[in-house]
């Protein structure tokens, strides 16, 4: 019986000094840790877990106390979105959580609109390309990329370096019709011609067809943009084995060939270009920084990505923002800390734009390469602080 | 919710209480603890309301797959459908959540007319594959149509207008909750009756003999039009709250996945009792919940598991655990007896 | 004009190639035991992804595809024998959901092995390139699947025709009942049926993955794809099944070709049409027509 009083009042001691000591700032991951985008969550979740073992768990605020960023995280399951918004629902009304994050698929981060609104909650969104998102509420911020950024400037850069017709081959779903529209436009504006544009249906995996209307088309180059995985390859494969790669004709694409799908790839995709914000194999001592903790911490399932650069420099942006308002402050001051904010981050310099809370960064256009005998992206043009060519198209009504 | 036991079987092994009083009390179990869960779930409230709008889905595919025996994979068709003619509505003609819903059961139950009065002459896996061709070609409409449904992205901008003009859809999930359980009552003493009718009574006639039906006269055609029409509107009811609710509609409502989870519920949880589906979203939603936090491919492993047993041991679905625990328990008492 | 005519033909004849080599078991299947088997496609996947761990292993190609056909066969004959015999007295709905679970369960098990990444078979490399046809150069592989698949069809229609196993088959198949009655052991029959059904599946999934990817999600991608096979050739028919494979892939090949926009609808919309017209299939068997 003693035991078990003193057992008890040791217990308040703790939780007292505990809360005497350290506030604690809770923050909700929301994203798929299975299904078809099982990837996305531990991904994200090693990036954030790497970045607390450098940057330690607490932050101090602005009186000097103490804050400890605890991440709760739930699996979206590759589910629809009234699931992520379900979880999220539940982490802010039971867990409490004061911010949101996570959000590899657009309709997931749409789905935060008035969730956010309603309870004040700032979600810094971690993937969700679509561009218009980031109007859906005050609370948005997004540390990741929108479509147009990577289309329109592969669509002008090609046009620039020699490449007159392209034939763009897209999956028919809403991120591949951002995607067709600013390779199209960014394309023609710089002098090019589209000699002929296909959608393929979304989990298409035979491309023959396709690759033979190309080829007739002859034109300087193929555009394409599909899913990571299945698609991607199959459409590499179709493309060498049709005979486009010898008759000279290149492959322009974007995310997929980030290295964590290379390995998945044959020989016959060296040679291909792509647009990416964030090149793997870069030297800025932030990305070594960030590569060597996930390799000490996860070994061979460290490789970084966009989902870990994403992640990465959104912490980052949540402890500044920790840091100026402290653990209770509320939402919009999160908020307007983030905006304006420049990084260094692992893929290079970036910035919140002030007005969109979305990002401007470096894009890059790399090739694939076989250095040491790995397939690798090679850096061969960039193009600095990007803003949102959509935003740009459409201003907000005033 | 186990130890209900449904009308159709003989309420043996419960000693005296008399059949009445346990109807009576198997009737208001479910309802009573969907009642009390309001008061007590906190954040899960939402959740609760996914297992109703789930229930609903299964009770609807009950009438027509249990009832009818109408085997079909295209019931996503239906739930989707009201699902984005309850969003498409609400974002282009009015934001009143009731006219809305009125709207989408209408459309669904049109659409399963038309589409029934096509395909309902034909039977097995040629029907099958006709309910699956439709939902695909609905999937892939709703995907490439981004301009009216958003496509992959989804529908967005759902705006919903106070319940009666009243109650507010907050993310507190009250209004949701309640709204869900008011409409699934409805249609549940709806299909109660239904079921219970001489109409009802003659579609089991269908599914067992539908040559010997036709024999005596009654038009099976047209019966199972009707029921097949019946199930539709429901299936659209539940999208429709499920629209209403998470004031967003994405391209999975379309999906084979959904038709296949909403016949899995109701197999596991028991055709042909209309309680069946309460039981079997309960229990899939719950076990899903929590296995996923387990281990990743844990949940389907699971399922496919459940389905096989369910399949070769336990005909009725986890509503006939009791009667097979029952008879098991006697085998061995009879045993005992014996020795 | 021509020379592209003749493309779209191959390219057409090469995908139904593999549509044919995989759902000509599931046809037979279909129609002797009257089970809708969603399985199928689980079978084709196991073939595939053995055939790819063995060529990533350092096997032999021809050895592999072997190994494969093999394994998948195995596994489809205990399948039979423990989980599918019991379905034969059993509706439409528990075959489906039994199957299902079949496919869950195999899908959890990939995963869980090989991760949720595209998995590849390695091909010879003579195969992976294109090679002179004479009025143009053409993906060598695609003409092995023309050559493989047409050698399948020629065995198995001697084997149908001309056999004692493909008279047994023939008879089962047009009134199970009358060869019972007759003396034969068509639960024998069955299982021989099914060995054979999945171990062609197990071939067609490994030498069809350059076209049909392997990944967790084949088997329930493509079921659908495969019983279209079946139903619009009719069940039980092996010619049936033949016709409506190259019909499939050569209507799928120009469809792409001449309304892409259209090419979701293309294949759904066909079945859809077929079946509405000839509920049997084209070319159902006797005993259904």
């Known amino acids: 019986m003693k035991k078990w009083l003193s057992g008890v009042c040791a217990l308040g001691v703790i939780a007292m000094t505990g809360t005497a000591s350290a506030e604690t700032f809770k923050i909700g991951l929301i994203a798929s840790y299975t299904g078809a985008f099982a990837t996305w969550g531990t991904q994200f979740q090693n990036a954030i877990e790497a970045f607390q073992a450098i940057n330690g768990k607490a932050v101090k605020g602005p009186k000097g106390e103490s804050i400890d960023v605890q991440l709760v995280y739930r699996d979206a399951a590759s589910a629809g979105p009234d699931k992520a918004k379900q979880l999220a629902e539940e982490l802010v009304l039971r867990e409490k959580v004061q911010m949101l994050t996570g959000f590899e698929l657009s309709p997931h981060a749409m789905a935060m609109a008035d969730i956010s609104t309603q309870a004040k909650i700032p979600v810094v969104i971690m993937n969700a390309a679509t561009a218009s998102i980031t109007r859906g509420s005050p609370y948005y911020v997004r540390t990741s990329l929108t479509l147009p950024q990577w289309a329109q400037v592969i669509g002008t850069w090609a046009a620039q370096n020699g490449i007159k017709k392209v034939y763009t081959i897209i999956s028919d779903y809403a991120p591949g019709h951002d995607a067709e529209n600013y390779f199209h436009k960014s394309f023609k504006a710089a002098g090019g011609e589209i000699v002929g ?38 459409f590499v494969k179709a493309f060498s084995e049709r005979g486009l790669k010898q008759a000279g004709i290149k492959l322009l694409g974007n995310g997929e060939f980030a290295e964590l799908y290379l390995p998945h790839f044959s020989d016959d995709v060296i040679g291909t270009i792509s647009v990416n914000h964030y090149t793997e194999t870069n030297a800025r001592p932030e990305n070594k920084v960030m590569r060597d903790q996930l390799t000490k911490q996860f070994g061979e399932k460290g490789v970084t990505d ?24 509320d939402g919009l001051k999160y908020i307007d800390a983030m905006k304006g904010k420049t990084l260094a981050s692992p893929r290079g310099p970036i910035m919140i734009d002030p007005e969109e809370r979305d990002i401007v960064q470096n894009i890059y256009i790399r090739r694939i390469e076989k250095v040491g005998g790995k397939l690798t992206n090679v850096d061969i043009a960039t193009v600095p602080m990007v803003k949102d060519p959509w935003k740009i198209d459409n201003p907000v009504k005033k | 919710m186990t130890t209900l036991t449904p009308k159709s079987l003989p309420a043996s092994g419960l000693g005296t209480m008399a059949a009445g009083q346990l109807s009576f009390v198997g009737h208001a179990l479910p309802w009573a603890i969907a009642v009390v869960f309001f008061f007590v779930a906190g954040g899960y409230l939402s959740f609760g309301t996914q297992v109703l709008i789930w229930i609903l889905f299964a009770l609807s595919l009950d009438l027509a797959l249990g009832y009818a025996g109408i ?20 974002i282009h003609a009015s934001s009143d959540p009731v006219v809305g819903h009125l709207v989408a059961v209408g459309v669904t139950a049109l659409f399963g007319f038309v589409t029934g009065a096509l395909i309902l002459h034909t039977t097995g896996v040629t029907f099958l594959m006709l309910t699956l061709a439709i939902v695909s070609i609905m999937f892939e409409y709703a995907n490439q149509a981004t301009k009216l449904t958003g496509g992959d992205d989804g529908l967005q901008g759902i705006n919903v207008a106070p319940l009666l ?13 309640v709204y869900a359980l008011v409409v699934l ?83 596991l949880g028991g055709i042909r009792r209309l309680y069946g589906a ?37 005909e009725g679905g986890l509503m006939d655990l009791g009667r097979v625990g029952r008879n098991f328990l006697n085998r061995i008492r009879n045993r005992a007896d014996v020795k | 004009m021509l020379s592209f005519a003749l493309t779209i033909l191959l390219d057409g004849i090469s995908y139904g190639m593999v549509l044919f080599i995989i759902s000509v078991g599931l046809t037979v299947t279909m129609g002797l035991m009257r089970v809708i088997n969603l399985a199928h496609g689980a079978f084709a996947m196991i073939g595939g992804y053995v055939a790819g761990y063995l060529t990533q292993h350092g096997f032999e190609f021809y050895l592999a595809l072997v190994l494969a056909t093999l394994v998948s066969g195995f596994l489809g004959g205990l399948c039979e024998m423990t989980v599918i015999r019991p379905l034969y007295r059993k509706g439409e709905l528990a075959q489906v959901l039994l199957t299902i679970g079949i496919v869950f369960v195999v899908t959890a098990l990939i995963t869980e092995i090989f991760g949720a990444f595209p998995y590849r078979v390695e091909f010879p490399t003579y195969l992976t390139q294109p090679v002179d046809i004479g009025f143009r150069t053409y993906p060598a592989y695609r003409l092995f699947l023309i050559l493989v698949g047409g050698l399948i069809a020629l065995i198995l229609w001697l084997l149908i025709e001309g056999s004692l196993y493909g008279a047994k088959l023939r008879a ?42 392997l990944e967790p999600s084949y088997a329930l991608k493509y079921v659908v794809l495969f019983l279209v096979v079946v139903i619009v050739g009719g069940e039980g028919s092996f010619k049936g099944s033949f016709v409506a494979a190259m019909a499939l892939g050569i209507i799928d090949t120009t469809g792409k070709y001449f309304v892409a926009a259209a090419a979701p609808y293309l294949l759904y919309g066909a079945v859809f049409v077929l079946l509405l017209w000839r509920p049997q299939g084209i070319l159902p068997p006797k005993s259904l027509a």
């Open chain 2, 185 to 267: 009552f409805f249609w549940f003493v709806f299909s109660w009756r239904v079921v219970n009718s001489p109409f009802g009574r003659s579609l089991d006639g269908i599914r067992q003999k539908p040559a010997r039906m036709r024999a005596i006269g009654t038009p099976v055609w047209r019966r199972l039009l009707a029921i097949y029409t019946l199930s539709a509107a429901m299936a659209g009811s539940a999208g429709a709250l499920s629209a209403h609710s998470t004031s967003f509609v994405g391209l999975s409502v379309l999906s084979l996945v959904t038709s296949g989870v909403v016949a899995v519920i109701l197999i």
């Open chain 2, 278 to 314: 309460f039981v079997g979203a309960t229990i899939y939603l719950l076990v899903q919940d929590w296995s996923a936090k387990v281990s990743p491919y844990f949940w389907e492993f699971i399922v496919g598991l459940m389905l096989i047993a369910t399949v070769l041991f336990l």
């Open chain 1, 306 to 329: 966009i989902a870990s650069v994403a992640a990465w420099d959104g912490m980052n942006l949540i402890y500044t923002a920790l840091r100026e308002h402290g653990a209770s402050a």
């Open chain 2, 165 to 177: 003009g009243v109650f507010e859809f907050s993310i507190f999930g009250q209004t949701a909750y």
């Open chain 2, 71 to 90: 085997v079909t994979l295209g019931q996503a068709a239906f739930f989707g459908l009201g699902a984005y003619a309850a969003g498409l509505f609400a």
């Open chain 3, 172 to 213: 089962a198949v047009d009134n199970a009942g009358m060869a019972r009655a007759v003396g034969m052991n068509v639960n024998l029959l069955f299982t021989a049926t099914f060995i054979i059904g999945t171990a062609f599946a197990g071939l067609g999934g490994a030498i069809g993955s350059g076209i049909l990817s």
């Open chain 1, 197 to 234: 544009a296909d959608r393929t249906s979304l989990r298409e995996t035979n491309f023959a067809v396709y690759m033979e209307k190309a080829l007739q088309a002859k034109p300087d180059a193929v555009y394409m943009f599909q899913p990571g995985g299945s698609p991607s390859i199959s």
